[in-house]
Antibody, heavy 122, light 106 residues
């Protein structure tokens, strides 16, 4: 069974750095075609795709946040780590990690974690 | 490449046939997925590659289209289908989502 679980602080102060961890099970982060994405959702707003790390270690980021975010992995620990610097209250929301699978030439976010709620407030 | 979706909310009754449209500003071939999000829950993959039903998703859901216009159809709306539906472009990074279409009670 494939599962993903997000963990990290629930409350962060403005200007601080956020680090979220996604612990995966049921698949390997290095298997061909396996990727992990981070997606966030501000309260009452739409989903926003943020970043992806692929089986070969390559990374992609949304352009609007590229200078503030990073994605990395700890393969032996089955973890993908998401970081965001210089937090603002507008970064408040639920952060999801999702397995992103490459099926032939098509990607899909097929299994999602339950989400981690992050509030940015002083 | 921007994605737009049918006006939200879309009000419907149990048993109705519901159609949600997603439009891309440029040709994205069939690189589109649909997700359902119920209140308080994580999104769930319904359709990928524009028309392929994800394993375990009821057959009343179907997807069609290619290029710039895509459709998600629910053949007969069930009570558990109420929620917000998002399309997502997946042909090249980044992978943006559409603004979402909320399906609520008529």
């Amino acid at each position: 069974q494939v599962t993903l679980r997000e963990s990290g602080p629930a409350l962060v102060k403005p200007t601080q750095t956020l680090t979220l961890t996604c612990t995966v099970s049921g698949f390997s982060l290095t298997t061909n075609g396996m990727c992990v994405s981070w997606v966030r959702q501000a309260p009452g707003k739409a989903l926003e795709w943020l970043a992806r790390i692929d089986w070969d270690g390559s990374r992609e980021y949304v352009k609007s946040l590229k200078t503030r975010i990073t994605i990395s992995r700890d393969t032996p620990r089955h973890q993908v780590v998401f970081g965001m610097t210089n937090l603002d209250p507008l970064d408040t929301g639920t952060y999801y990690c999702a397995r992103t699978i490459l099926l032939s030439t098509v990607y899909a976010l097929d299994v999602w974690g339950q989400g981690a709620t992050v509030i940015v407030s002083s | 490449i921007q994605l737009t979706q049918s006006a939200s909310p879309l009000s419907a009754s149990v048993g109705d046939r519901v159609t949600i449209t997603c439009r891309a500003s440029q040709d994205i071939m069939n690189y589109l997925a649909w997700y359902q999000q119920r209140p308080g829950e994580a999104p769930k993959l319904l359709i990928y590659a524009a028309s392929t039903l994800q394993s375990g998703v009821p057959s009343r859901f179907s997807g069609s289209g290619s290029g710039t216009e895509f459709t998600l159809t629910i053949a007969s709306l069930q009570p558990e289908d109420y929620g917000t539906y998002y399309c997502q472009r997946l042909n090249a990074s980044p992978f943006p989502f559409g603004p979402g279409t909320k399906v609520d009670f008529k």
